[in-house]
């Protein structure tokens, strides 16, 4: 059975007993919403998700586009490759950097020519 995570996201097709899912264990979704492009899925449950947003320069009152990298946690019942976008919301700390987990995962479609 898929829980509500009261986020308005497709639930996975495949089922799992990870007591860290969002969907089918016990851990609770909260706060920021954010999405990025896995730049690294090397460690087995969790990626690297990098993001790149505008930042204001008061000075020059100018924006400055900087990047940021964010670790987040990966339930086995959805499968993120690196060059994907996800969709990462955050919950409560899982390891020393890990803060988010990974609640969507949009492939991108390299089309035909």
Known sequence: MVRNIG???ASPRKACEDEFCPFHGTLS???KLLTGTVSSAQAPKMVVV???YPRRVSKYKRF???KSKV???LPSCLEAKEGEEVRIAECRRLAKTVSFVVIEVNTK???GS
């Open 109 to 111: 479609d390299g089309g």
């Open 71 to 73: 670790h987040a946690y």
């Open 29 to 31: 979704v909260r706060g």
């Open 64 to 66: 400055q586009r900087s």
């Open 7 to 9: 986020v308005s996201v």
């Open 50 to 52: 990098s993001r790149e």
